[in-house]
């Protein structure tokens, strides 16, 4: 099932709010893509988001990991709003090797001021996609 596609206005404003952040830019993330409750974002490997046995960097996946869900939370939230993340538990599953990093974002539940998300996190390495990280994540409406 297709999630629904976002009003016209939120994504440009989503997009925006995001082109603003200088961490993401920074290591050349992107949005691949914004829907409904849904936000995917990939970024390429390189020595910025490395460690040093050649892996994608722990805290590069769990910032992006954090930032998809974080988009996420903010496609269900009226224009506007901040999303604040409160906590996330991530478990890190397999050595993160590849040409891509991708996070896929999606809202699990969104109550009134707390909004709950999934990210799983993939590492592309142009054959197939391995899932590398999974988390959890709390979000408060700003």
Do not use: W
């Amino acid at each position: 099932m297709n999630p629904d596609p976002l009003p016209e206005d939120l994504d440009r404003s989503i997009r925006a709010d995001f082109a603003r952040g200088g961490l993401m830019r920074d290591i050349g993330a992107e949005i691949t893509g914004l829907a409904a409750g849904r936000c995917t974002l990939e970024i390429p490997f390189s020595d910025r988001v490395a460690q040093q046995q050649g892996f994608f960097h722990g805290g590069i996946i769990g910032a992006l990991a954090d930032t998809a869900g974080g988009y996420a939370s903010l496609t269900v939230l009226p224009q506007g709003t901040e999303a604040l993340t409160l906590e996330y538990k991530i478990n890190f599953l397999r050595p993160a090797v590849g040409l891509r990093l991708i996070a896929e974002g999606s809202v699990l539940r969104a109550g009134r001021s707390v909004i709950v998300t999934r990210v799983d996190v993939h590492c592309d390495d142009g054959a197939q996609r391995r899932l590398c990280a999974a988390m959890q994540q709390s979000i408060m409406r700003g």
